[in-house]
């Protein structure tokens, strides 16, 4: 009959609907919530479609709404999932892209990783953030076009993160404690806390730490360097936590791994109920990288920036007009610079891990180019080193804000 036609083509649309037409929904609450949230989601509502054809399919309703659950399951653990799957699958065995080895020219990315991306809620990243902006891990032949999702790609890299340069990034710490004021037990945010190296410093200092970090490895390995801090799943630019909820918030080396340095700036100062601290590099170790990869024949690019609306100067007046369009009341900015003396061993440890650009470059290329890198690197280090260390001279800038 034409009343059951029509149903019937009103239940199909209603069903490929759900399949299809949410799909950017479930993608953007997969951001907001976190991959495994939604594709439980998912599960629930496929339980759902289960129940009402099971129990109700005598009924042509039930068996519309079963219909339409079983869409929307579909599209909330498929939308979910795919992005779950691809964000655990090693860098390797994801589709390359094609064109000549590069290295972009980008600062080395060396913080807890620009919580640019996704406790209590599981939010999108380092990421940043960004520490949504990311193309995630995929493995890299042109690197060129797409340097800036390169340079935030931190998958599973928190041990090796920890073994080189934590211990570069803490270098921060006594600037960024002292600007904060006394502790005296008030608490504080580690935005894009990393493996713990700074939280830890500033429990030392007597802050009431909370930590919270985007990329699974770093909390893994913050857990178990530091069992007493906690440390939840969250990035800017959406905390999941109320205005003003902590005394002080810090964010070391995020702000320049993030999309929209401002907006993440600005909900720095949303949760913080008096002062808010950052830190950017102005001087990376780039150049080192640089010099190894042109020694091993490969010809470094230009990397690829923000968009200029969204970009700023990574100097000191660059950096404070960045804040005060973000709402900082007279953010005070410094610069300070020491140098770091590592061990070349350590340093080879981000490269093989994966840590930054050049780890991230390092791990594209076949066991040839790896070895020439190799080999390129250890002729660098001895021609550099001083007493077996290699001293690295850094530069970053200070800012400490609050709402006025």
């Not at 600005?266 to 150049?287: F, G, K, Q």
């Amino acid at each position: 009959p034409a009343d059951v036609s029509a149903l019937v083509g009103i239940t199909i649309a209603l069903h490929v609907g759900g399949m299809y037409a949410l799909s950017p929904l479930f993608g953007i609450l997969a951001d907001r919530w976190g991959r495994l949230r939604v594709v439980l989601l998912g599960q629930v509502l496929l339980g759902g479609a289960l129940a009402f054809a099971v129990f109700v399919n005598d009924q042509e309703w039930g068996v519309m709404v079963a219909l339409i659950l079983l869409g929307l399951g579909w599209s909330a653990a498929t939308v979910a999932g795919a992005a779950l799957l691809t964000e655990s699958s090693a860098p390797a065995i994801r589709t390359r892209p094609t064109g000549p080895q590069r290295l972009p020219d980008e600062p080395l990315g060396c913080s807890g990783r620009g919580a640019g991306r996704s406790g209590a809620v599981e939010l999108p990243v380092r990421g940043a953030g960004d520490r949504g902006v990311r193309d995630r891990r995929r493995d890299r032949r042109s690197v060129t076009a797409r340097s800036l999702e390169a340079m935030k790609d931190w998958a599973g890299t928190g041990r090796a993160y920890a073994d080189s340069y934590a211990a570069l990034c803490v270098g921060t710490a006594p600037a960024l404690i002292e600007s904060l004021g006394a502790a005296a037990g008030r608490t504080l945010l580690d935005v894009g806390s990393g493996t713990g190296l700074l939280s830890a410093a500033c429990v030392a200092a007597g802050w009431n730490v909370n930590g919270c970090e985007p990329e699974a490895s770093m909390r893994e390995v913050a857990r178990q360097d530091h069992p007493d801090i906690p440390v939840v799943d969250a990035a800017l630019p959406t905390l999941p936590f109320r205005d003003e909820a902590f005394d002080a918030v810090v964010a070391n080396f995020v702000l320049n791994h993030v999309a929209d340095p401002r907006s993440s700036a600005r909900e720095l100062l949303r949760v913080s109920a008096r002062h808010v601290a950052a830190t950017i590099w102005t001087t990376s170790p780039t150049w080192l990288w640089r010099e190894v990869c042109e020694r091993a024949a490969l010809i470094p690019a230009p990397g690829e920036r923000l968009p200029p609306e969204k970009d700023f100067e990574r100097t000191v007046d660059g950096f404070a007009g960045m804040l005060r369009d973000a709402g900082w009341a007279r953010p005070q900015v410094s610069e300070i610079t020491w140098t770091w003396s590592v061990d070349a061993a350590a340093l080879w440890v981000s490269a093989e891990g994966g840590v930054g650009s050049a780890g991230q470059f390092h791990r594209a290329l076949d066991a040839a180019g790896r070895a020439s890198f190799r080999e390129a690197f250890e002729a660098v280090c001895a021609e550099r080193s001083v007493d077996d260390r290699l001293p690295l001279v850094h530069a970053a800038a200070v800012a400490v804000g609050s709402h006025g």
